[in-house]
């Protein structure tokens, strides 16, 4: 097992990352607690009872809520559920939340904490790749509104993290592939080194091999936690981790968030973001190609197909981004490993950046 910390303005907490590493050793430190666990309802059985059976064993007070994970879910309906169990249950300021579910039960669980009696402590153990590598990481919690996703958030740092990779054996392929998105993304932004590692092993990773994907892991969460640790709350270079995310979340309005999945749309996010970087800061073809061909090989033939009306997604970033009062930023690479903040770029420009070749 590693540990990687995260030292932040508001709280310094461990990340521990390793196979097999729910046991009670690493609980132990929330003895006599009030814990209320909110699990993914797609847990695994015997790791759900690993958890549920430690946790009650070492609490004062404990109480379990299993919640289904999708967007329309990560709503206020589902916030109150929470919090009205922590009130019926006179859950006190020392109590303490534990999530144990993608990213959504990680945003959600983590959004009732911060709001509950004006900031409770939680953990998180995290149970796809997606979440395991940066939703966990960082602290945003969020639920979503009608209007737009992660609207209603708070920065709120979690006690502990604990990245167990046993959980990702019952994730589908495609769940691997997704958080192996969010895996590149990290390379792309800070470390050329990583990228060429995951060029060699990407066949490896795809196919779950546990070795390399609990090195895939920690390395990513090394780089977002470097980055997290300057930037907390996302005034400069934390803003480099939404790389392929103005594009993709503008894509997964597009497809109602239904037709791609957050990794999804980030992927086919950084194709066009790379396309980007090509026309403003000239990235080198063969980078682009590099760059290209590793995504490439992440994403079925079927989405390599999509077809976008590139005014409409412009529309679309463009409405997500005065929603949130922010201009509307790329993240552009000048090269791999080196990423900027730009704002102020044409229309054109975006325009001809939206395709997938
Ligand atoms: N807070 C952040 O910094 C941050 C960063 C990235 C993404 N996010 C958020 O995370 C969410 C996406 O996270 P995600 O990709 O984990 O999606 P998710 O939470 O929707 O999980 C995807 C699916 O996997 C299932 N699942 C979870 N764990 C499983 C397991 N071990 N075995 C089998 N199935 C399992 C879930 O029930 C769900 O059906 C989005 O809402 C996004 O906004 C947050």
């Not at 729910?22 to 958890?51: G, H």
């Not at 995951?198 to 390399?212: F, P, R, S, T």
Request: aromatic share 6%.
């Amino acid at each position: 097992m590693k540990e990687i910390k995260i030292n932040t303005d508001s709280r310094n907490y461990p990340v521990l990352v390793g196979t097999n590493i729910l046991s009670e050793n690493n609980l132990k430190e929330f003895s006599n607690k009030e814990i209320l666990l909110v699990i993914d309802s797609k847990i695994e059985e015997s790791v759900k009872k690993e958890v549920q059976i430690t946790l009650s064993n070492i609490s004062l007070k404990y109480s379990e809520l299993t919640i289904e994970a999708s967007e329309e879910n990560k709503s206020s309906k589902t916030l109150s559920i929470i919090h009205d169990l922590l009130i019926e249950k006179s859950y006190s300021r020392d109590c303490i939340l534990f999530a144990l579910g993608g990213g959504i039960i990680c945003d959600m669980t983590g959004f009732a904490a911060a709001t509950f009696l004006r900031g409770v402590d939680f953990v998180l153990i995290p149970s796809t790749l997606l979440s395991q590598v940066d939703a966990s990481v960082g602290g945003k919690t969020a639920i979503n509104h009608p209007k737009g996703k992660n609207m209603i958030g708070a920065f709120h740092q979690p006690s502990k993290v604990i990245t167990d990779t046993k959980l990702l054996k019952s994730l589908e392929k495609v769940q691997i592939r997704e958080g192996l998105a969010e895996i590149i993304k990290h390379a792309l932004i800070k470390d050329e080194a990583f990228f060429k590692w995951l060029e060699e092993n990407i066949e490896d990773l795809i196919e779950g091999n546990d070795v390399k994907l609990l090195e895939a892991i920690y390395k990513s969460i090394e780089i977002k936690a470097e980055v997290v640790s300057q930037d907390e709350t996302e005034q400069g270079i934390r803003k480099w981790l939404n790389f392929g995310h103005t594009f993709g979340h503008a894509i997964e309005v597009y497809g109602n968030y239904k037709r791609f999945s957050h990794g999804e749309a980030v992927a086919l996010g950084m194709i066009m973001a790379t396309n980007l970087s090509q026309k403003i800061l000239n990235l080198g073809k063969k980078e682009i190609d590099k760059i290209k061909q590793l995504i490439y090989s992440i994403l079925s033939e079927e989405l390599l197909k999509s077809e976008f009306q590139p005014n409409d997604l412009v529309r679309l970033m463009s409405a997500d981004k005065k929603k949130k009062g922010d201009s509307l930023n790329f993240i552009l690479l000048s090269s791999i490993g080196e990423a900027q903040i730009l704002s102020d770029i044409q229309e054109s420009d975006i325009i001809e950046s939206i395709k997938l070749t």
